[in-house]
């Protein structure tokens, strides 16, 4: 019975099982990089031992450096991951049920969608400087055209049937896109945002790549011209964990804000 | 006095890289007041293109329609439509959907709360009221949505298949427990179905389409005594009616299957 579950497509398996495995899978990683490390497989320089990050950490934790660090970014991904989503949640709901706003819009998002942000930054560096507008902006740009395109999609696909009922129970044009289409948009609207939140935080590197001198980015950039691979993969940790907090506070805010939405 | 009236309602319909399609022929048809008029046609006849005609929600290629003598132009509360597909407000609780319609009509608190109360009873839901959609079986959710159509007290109701997507035992409820709500409200209904049983059953006259060009082949007055229940779906007379429906539809199921082999192979 048990093992049967294990093997079977689609089937439940109990949660301590599911803990268990997933402990599992942590852990293996954890020994193979101890092994790596304290087996004296890979060079010093090459890759850090856990209790070397750890330091790291402890001793970046005490002088409050990692910290800033965080705040830095902090400041930026957020600024530029609300700026973007303030303007493409309203326009990708409007672009997904009206052709005219579609016609206007996709040409641009077509062609932007497949700019990589970074190709952008010499441009953002002439217009805007090196200040932290110019981090929002990577990050804004990074997510925007990529949010447009899925909340419109979001919009599309919310049922006809659901909008002509809205007419005939007497709502007029405004109201089926006021108390219809926005509320019918929203379930969706959160997990695209949640989405591209994860996406936000894959651009902050290369929004502190330039011209920065605090960030978690910029810590990371900074130890590899030392070789200090502690640093490195302090960096990479915490982003790691910050997605995981961002990840979560998403999941935690549908649940609350959305109690009525079907699919988790 | 004929409440709705249909005049030589034609609906061509003129898909890119297709031939046109002749969705409604010259279609006529007038519905009295407070009469349970039931539509039965094969799938693909146009019955519910008829329906979203008399919504609003299209506009006829050419014809007339008219309720009461006016002219209809484009959906109103007037004309309460209960959709095939779960068309419940999934952010509104049950009571919620119920107001939905009498809140846009900006009527007082008490008055939608009163309107939804009554509604609600009618439908036996008073246990859910607070729920959302999500927790309701399909049945009913088109209970739901009964309440809420009515809810805006329209000149005349339309039902475009609302139970086909449920099972059989459900259906059947949902039968009786919307002659019931009609019974004691008295509506003009305009409903559509496939289901030869349920036309029969619910109507007080039924008109039988044919598919390709969609038409109104024959009309006939269900003389079955009120309150109906499960036993006249056992009666002779209910047998005869099947019996006469059942051989004009047959003719043009084969028709329509012909038309749409034809159409393949062209």
């Given at each position: 019975m048990w093992t049967r579950s294990l093997f079977s497509p689609k089937t439940d398996i109990d949660r301590a099982t599911y803990i268990v495995l997933s402990l599992i899978s942590v852990a293996v990683v954890m020994a193979l990089w101890c092994l790596l490390t304290y087996g004296g497989i890979t060079p010093k320089d090459f890759l850090a031992a856990p209790h070397e990050v750890v330091q790291a950490g402890i001793k970046r934790i005490g002088n409050m450096s990692l910290f800033e660090h965080m705040s830095a970014s902090l400041v930026v991904i957020l600024s530029g991951f609300i700026l973007a989503s303030v303007f493409a949640v309203p326009i990708g709901i409007l672009m997904g049920s009206f052709r005219a706003v579609q016609a206007l819009i996709e040409p641009i998002t077509g062609f932007m969608r497949y700019i990589p942000v970074s190709a952008l930054i010499p441009l953002l560096i002439l217009w805007i400087g090196i200040g932290i507008e110019q981090k929002i902006m990577v990050i804004f740009l990074g997510t925007f055209f990529q949010q447009l395109i899925l909340i419109s999609d979001v919009s599309a696909r919310i049922s006809k049937d659901l909008i002509d009922c809205a007419y005939t129970l007497g709502a007029d044009r405004r109201r089926v896109v006021t108390r219809v289409l926005v509320p019918a948009c929203m379930p969706g609207v959160m997990d695209n945002l949640r989405v591209t939140m994860g996406w936000a935080w894959t651009y902050l590197v290369v929004a502190e790549l330039v011209a920065a001198d605090t960030g978690l980015g910029y810590m990371i950039l900074n130890a590899m011209r030392g070789l200090f691979t502690d640093v490195i993969l302090l960096g990479v940790f915490t982003i790691g964990i910050l997605g995981l907090i961002t990840d979560f506070f998403f999941k935690w805010a549908r649940r609350r804000l959305l109690p009525w939405s079907a699919d988790f | 006095m004929s409440m709705l009236s249909l005049r030589d309602i034609t609906v061509r319909f003129e898909p890119k890289d297709k031939p046109p399609v002749l969705a409604l022929d010259d279609v006529s048809l007038d519905v009295a007041n407070d009469t349970f008029s039931v539509i039965v046609g094969p799938s693909g006849c146009g019955k519910s293109t008829l329906l979203r005609l008399v919504a609003g929600l299209e506009t006829p290629t050419s014809g007339r329609l008219e309720l009461d003598g006016e002219p209809i132009n484009g959906p109103s509360a007037d004309r309460g439509m209960v959709f095939q597909s779960y068309t419940l407000f999934p952010w509104l609780t049950v009571r919620e959907n119920v107001m939905f319609g009498p809140k846009l009509k900006n009527l007082a608190k008490s008055e939608c709360e009163d309107i939804a109360d009554d509604l609600i009873k009618a439908v036996h839901l008073d246990e859910f009221e607070k729920s959302y959609p999500k927790e309701l079986s399909g049945g009913m959710r088109q209970r739901v949505a009964l309440a809420r159509a009515l809810a805006n007290d329209p000149r005349i109701l339309l039902m475009d298949e609302p139970f086909g997507a449920l099972d059989s035992q459900t259906r059947q409820m949902m039968q009786e427990l919307l002659l019931d709500v009609w019974q004691s409200r008295r509506k003009t209904v305009l409903f559509i179905t496939h289901d030869i049983d349920e036309a029969i059953f619910l109507g007080d006259e039924v008109h039988v389409m044919s598919a390709r060009p969609g038409l109104i082949k024959q009309s006939l007055d269900?003389?079955?005594?009120?309150?109906?229940?499960?036993d006249a779906l056992t009666s002779p007379e209910f047998m005869d009616y099947k019996r006469t429906i059942l051989s004009l539809m047959h003719d043009e199921a084969i028709k329509a299957e012909d038309a749409a082999n034809h159409r393949k192979t062209a």
């Open positions: - | 269900i003389a079955i005594p009120r309150p109906r229940h499960i």
